[in-house]
């Protein structure tokens, strides 16, 4: 009766030590928070926010004049350097972006000591869906 009962225990052990591999770290770029702000004619700010997780998926807020008008999840993936961003269960089109780094110079005089780099997501025509955050 022993031998059984120690028989299953270690195949249960061992089962359990093959099972429980560590999972991969993901190093993606476009993890973090990506924001969109702009200003209306008529006053009205309004945001765009993404918040991208390791587990390709992410939460999207819209505000505008700082209250939440819209949240959604979405799910992303990358295919070479091109991200797909999709939104499941609502009418929102996907956006394919790229990441882009920018030199934006703060000043005319000494402009390579006050360049900064700007990382956003640009659309395949060019426009800019965000800047991280």
């Not at 591999?21 to 200003?39: Q, V, Y």
């Not at 505008?64 to 797909?84: C, H, K, P, Q, S």
């Not at 089109?93 to 882009?100: F, L, N």
């Amino acid at each position: 009766m022993k031998k059984p009962l120690l028989f299953f225990i270690a195949t249960v052990v061992c089962f359990t030590i093959y099972c429980c591999s560590e999972i991969p770290e993901n190093n993606d770029p476009i993890l973090g928070i990506w924001a969109k702000t702009t200003t209306s004619e008529s006053g009205v700010d309004s945001k765009q926010e993404w918040i991208f997780n390791d587990a390709y998926k992410g939460r999207y807020h819209s505000y505008t004049n700082d209250n939440v008008a819209f949240l959604t999840d979405f799910r992303w993936t990358i295919e070479g350097d091109t991200y797909t961003i999709t939104y499941p269960e609502t009418d929102m089109p996907s956006d394919q972006v790229k990441i882009k780094t920018t030199q934006i110079n703060n000043s005319t005089e000494k402009a390579s000591e006050n360049a900064s780099a700007t990382v956003i997501l640009e659309e395949t025509n060019g426009e800019t869906l965000a800047i991280r955050e």
